[in-house]
């Protein structure tokens, strides 16, 4: 069962510390009197902050984050950090105003401070790339539970521990929300996390203030261009990762060549993993067994150490990213002999990733899964694992973010086209874009690909999906990709509810195949 009440997870015993002593500790310009203060959490929005906590006032695009201060002193704020600009802008809040250069970069190490996570830590898993890091990141955790290791996670879909979980807005918290979860964490007696660590993240010290044990990587391929300038500077953004401050040991999957340059230049010291058959690794993965429901596969390593075990997931990356956890784990002192055991005696691993190639269909009818692949290299893999097994027609439905890197839509709408027989476009999140130019965009890459291919564009979400599941029969298959476990649908800064999970349930019930 799951308990989705607050927005996030904080301690729920904290120890107040000192406010002149986190002033002290770090050095900060002190503009007021802060004597008998006292502080129990770090908030970085007005719109989260909880009675003793010190509000964090940074600029952002829109705005700068003192110009809050007020609402953060009414909810209960006792102090505000923030940098010089901002102590003019906070002046007549009310809070005593305490300063540093800048705010944002001190945030970790002041929420690790405040939260005392550095004391007694879990074994920290942080993975990065552009794919597979949600799956990896719930491949651990399943695993770990296996080997019967209390753990947590924070990903894309939710920050778990145990059975109580929140709804994720980004995929890694900012710094002040990382350190409250670890925190919560530990009083929830977790021994290890899995992490997943965006690019944006390590660009934006939302990581900062921790020591991973274990770094993986798992790909790099086209995503992100309105938050880096070229393929260079995303890459450079994950290669951080890969240094002593960030890690302090590395798995990387050496598939890509951006692998191989993680190795090559990284500063750690590191493991590598491979499912080609060309490429030198440490570790080799093959799959030996596979079909709609399943992957198995072989892991080798060093010393003749191997492994047999399978995932309750469709396609070759599935497998890919579960020997990335296993690895991972090795890595961080686990003995592989134990993990396949227990892996074996529960006829493999035990995982449930929400929204990624889930199946929502049943034993009638077409397949259906709601996938949340919005990148070009993941079309490509989930197409063409869904290929494998589908005797009909694959009819995938699909649609692109507004708001975000434009440059990867054309390659979506070809990718889409040459992997499917038919395609159906629709609005994913619009944002503040017109939703039929980016349909527009999304056709012209699937036209300009198959010229001949039968597309629909439906640009209603619930029509689309009904419009795919009409044209398919028994033996087909409809991937819908995108949306994965989200439950809203964003348009013009509105999100209105919308689950393609249970819409996909409902439009399966109606045309009686549910
Ligand atoms: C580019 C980016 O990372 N933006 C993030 C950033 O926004 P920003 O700095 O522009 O903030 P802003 O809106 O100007 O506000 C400034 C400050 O005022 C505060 N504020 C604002 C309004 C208010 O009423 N009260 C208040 O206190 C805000 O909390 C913020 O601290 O800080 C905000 C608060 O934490 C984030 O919500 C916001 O993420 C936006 C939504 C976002 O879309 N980020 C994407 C690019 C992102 O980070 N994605 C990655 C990768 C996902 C993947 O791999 O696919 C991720 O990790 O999620
Ligand atoms: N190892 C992989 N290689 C290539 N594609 C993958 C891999 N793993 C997953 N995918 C594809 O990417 C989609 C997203 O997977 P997942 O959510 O695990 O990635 P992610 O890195 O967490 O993405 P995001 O940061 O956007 O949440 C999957 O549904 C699948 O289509």
Redesign the pocket.
């Known amino acids: 069962m799951t308990n989705s009440a607050p927005s996030a997870l904080r301690p729920q015993h904290p120890v107040p510390r000192s406010l002149s002593g986190l002033v002290e500790e770090f050095n900060l310009d002190l503009r007021d009197d802060i004597d008998g203060l006292e502080v129990t959490g770090v908030s970085?929005?007005?719109?989260t902050v909880q009675p003793g906590d010190l509000y964090v006032g940074?600029?952002?695009?829109?705005?700068?984050?003192a110009t809050?201060a007020a609402?953060?002193a009414e909810a209960g704020a006792v102090a505000i950090l923030t940098d010089p600009a901002g102590a003019e802008l906070a002046a007549h809040a009310g809070l005593p105003i305490v300063v540093t250069p800048d705010a944002r970069a001190a945030l970790g190490a002041v929420s690790a401070w405040i939260y005392r996570t550095d004391e007694n830590p879990a074994t920290l898993f942080a993975v990065t790339g552009t794919n597979g890091?949600t799956s990896v990141v719930y491949l651990l955790s399943a695993i770990l539970n296996q080997l019967g290791i209390v753990s947590g996670l924070t990903s894309?879909a939710e920050r778990r521990i145990g059975d109580i979980a929140v709804t994720s807005?980004?995929?890694?918290p900012?710094a002040s929300e990382l350190h409250a979860l670890l925190a919560r964490m530990r009083e929830a007696e977790v021994r290890a996390v899995g992490i997943e660590v965006?690019?944006?993240?390590l660009s934006?010290h939302r990581v900062d203030g921790l020591v991973f044990d274990v770094a993986g990587f798992t790909n790099l391929s086209h995503?992100?261009l309105d938050?880096y300038d070229a393929m260079e500077d995303y890459f450079q953004a994950k290669l951080e990762l890969f240094s002593p401050d960030r890690s302090r040991r590395g798995v990387v999957t050496v598939d890509s060549d951006w692998g191989r340059r993680i190795v090559d230049e990284c500063r750690i010291p590191v493991t590598t993993l491979t499912t080609r058959d060309d490429v030198d690794a440490d570790w080799r993965m093959r799959v030996v067994a596979e079909s709609a429901l399943f992957t198995e596969f072989v892991l080798e390593g060093p010393d003749g150490r191997r492994l047999t075990a399978r995932v309750p997931l469709l396609g070759w990356y599935m497998a890919a990213n579960a020997v990335l956890a296993i690895v991972m784990l090795v890595e961080s002192g686990f003995d592989l002999g134990a993990i396949e055991h227990a892996l074996g005696r529960d006829g493999g691993i035990d995982a449930y990733i929400p929204g990624r190639a889930e199946r929502v269909s049943g034993d009638r009818g077409p397949l259906v899964y709601i996938d949340y692949g919005h990148s070009p290299d993941a079309f490509l893999n989930t197409l063409e694992a869904i290929r494998k097994f589908t005797p009909g027609r694959v009819i995938m439905v699909f649609g692109a973010d507004g708001d975000r890197d434009t440059t990867k839509r054309a390659e979506m709408g070809a990718i889409a086209a040459r992997g499917a027989d038919v395609v159906v476009i629709t609005d994913f999140h619009p944002r503040f874009e017109d939703p039929a130019a980016i349909r527009a965009t999304l056709i012209a890459g699937a036209r300009e690909a198959v010229p001949d291919r039968e597309v629909h564009e439906v640009a209603d979400p619930r029509t689309a999906f009904r419009t795919a599941l009409a044209l398919a029969q028994e033996g087909d298959s409809i991937l819908y990709a995108g949306p994965g476990h989200e439950d809203y649908h964003e348009v013009a800064g509105v999100k209105i509810p919308y689950s393609a999970r249970d819409d996909a349930r409902a439009a399966l019930r109606e045309a009686g195949w549910l």
């Open positions: 970085l929005s007005s719109r940074v600029p952002g695009r829109n705005s700068h984050g809050f609402g953060a890091k894309t807005n980004l995929t890694t900012e965006s690019a944006q993240a934006r995503d992100h938050d």
